[in-house]
């Protein structure tokens, strides 16, 4: 199976850009998600967390105690070398156990799409407070109608292929893969997909984005920056890039459409050696 990653720094519009080549019916393996399901009660990484960090790291109902876990290795960094080396392994087999899936044209487990519901019902829930917490805009009945009429028309635009002739089901799978992964470089996942996409913007446009995400200071904000990939590098050993710069939709769309082209002639190509 043919393996593109796609990668980019936090507020860049990653998850926008899965979106739209999901829209395709290219299966999206989102490693955020395939973080959730390796430490799920019962499973044997979280086991393996419990023996390390102790019990104070689980809930009563038998869950991860994130918060916990976080203020353990954010306090020592031997501890976080620690909590990679037990979920890291437990990603990469649990990520190749789909991607042969996807190549034997088998769904992904229902748990992978539970797990990836509860996880954006909670970030849509984190919006929604942080917006309750913020003063209200005064906007007249005309530009409320109109903000709403554009954020639908945006959203029909999102989930509409621009070219339905390339559009694959269940039954006639992609011959390719998609591996959502933000630490791409990071994990050494850069030398296991065969080509790399980044989504990429202007660093000033990243840093209002985090700030009006996560309601994060600058100075916040820029540390959760710094923290990842630099910029120069991704885009030095990228295949190809997108760039959100542009509020234009359209631009997106099209941009998506060229390397779904040119995905599917790879893998193609791929599959004939």
Aim: net charge negative.
């Amino acid at each position: 199976m043919y393996k593109v990653g796609l990668t980019g720094g936090i507020g860049t519009g990653k998850s926008y850009i899965g979106k739209l080549f999901s829209v395709y019916g290219v299966k999206i393996i989102d490693s955020d998600v395939i973080a959730r399901v390796v430490v799920l009660p019962g499973s044997p990484t979280l086991k393996k967390i419990a023996a390390h960090f102790g019990p104070e790291v689980i809930e009563a109902d038998g869950s991860l105690n994130r918060r916990a876990l976080r203020e353990r290795v954010f306090a020592d960094p031997a501890e976080l070398t620690a909590l990679n080396a037990l979920i890291h392994p437990a990603i990469h087999q649990l990520i190749n156990e789909y991607c042969d899936l996807v190549a034997a044209h088998q769904p992904l487990p229902e748990v992978y799409y539970l797990t990836a519901a509860l996880q954006q019902a909670n970030a849509q829930e984190a919006r929604r407070l942080k917006a309750k917490s913020q003063p209200k805009e005064t906007l007249s009945k005309e530009e409320r109608q109109s903000r709403k009429a554009h954020y639908l028309q945006e959203q029909e635009l999102i989930n509409t292929p621009l070219d339905p002739s390339v559009v694959f089901s269940e039954e006639h799978p992609a011959p390719y893969v998609i591996l959502d992964i933000p630490l791409l470089f990071e994990n050494g996942w850069d030398q296991v997909v065969d080509s790399i996409l980044v989504v990429d913007c202007d660093p000033e446009l990243q840093l209002s984005r985090v700030m009006n995400r996560d309601g994060a200071s600058k100075e916040q904000a820029l540390a959760i920056i710094t923290r990842q990939c630099p910029r120069d590098f991704k885009l030095q050993h990228a295949d190809g890039v997108i760039s959100t710069d542009s509020p234009c939709v359209a631009d997106k769309r099209q941009a998506v459409l060229n390397l779904h082209m040119q995905y599917l002639a790879q893998a193609r190509a791929a599959a004939l050696v």
